[in-house]
Nanobody, 116 residues
Framework: QVQLVESGGGLVQAGGSLRLSCAAS????????MGWYRQAPGKQRELVAT???????SYSDSVKGRITISRNNAKNTVYLQMNSLRPEDTAVYYC??????????WGQGTQVTVSS
């Protein structure tokens, strides 16, 4: 079993920055991919960024150049550094952990609100 706990969300003005953290516990293997998704009101959950066990990252086009994902395997933690935030970045952000057998785990989410 895997547990994911996000933190770091909050209210920020447009152009500001936030850093989200996701601490994983349980049967965690650093080889597996972790990522961040978000869901805005009335919209489907969408991918923000992922990072493989080897550190290779990928991003959605909407956040490229503004958001950086990273992980610390020794701490079983994944981070999302968000800069130049926009009102359209407002959403609940969810941490995600995917095993090699495609078992997927989610955190409870953390709210990010960007005011204009």
């Amino acid at each position: 079993q895997v547990q994911l706990v996000e933190s770091g969300g909050g209210l920020v003005q447009a152009g500001g920055s936030l850093r989200l953290s996701c601490a994983a516990s349980g049967s965690i293997f650093s080889i597996n991919t972790m990522g961040w998704y978000r869901q805005a009101p009335g919209k489907q959950r969408e991918l923000v960024a992922t990072v493989s066990g080897g550190g290779m990252s990928s991003y959605s086009d909407s956040v490229k150049g503004r958001i950086t994902i990273s992980r610390n395997n020794a701490k079983n933690t994944v981070y999302l550094q968000m800069n130049s935030l926009r009102p359209e970045d407002t959403a609940v952000y969810y941490c995600n952990y995917r095993t090699s057998r495609n078992n997927v785990y989610w955190g409870q989410g953390t709210q990010v609100t960007v005011s204009s």
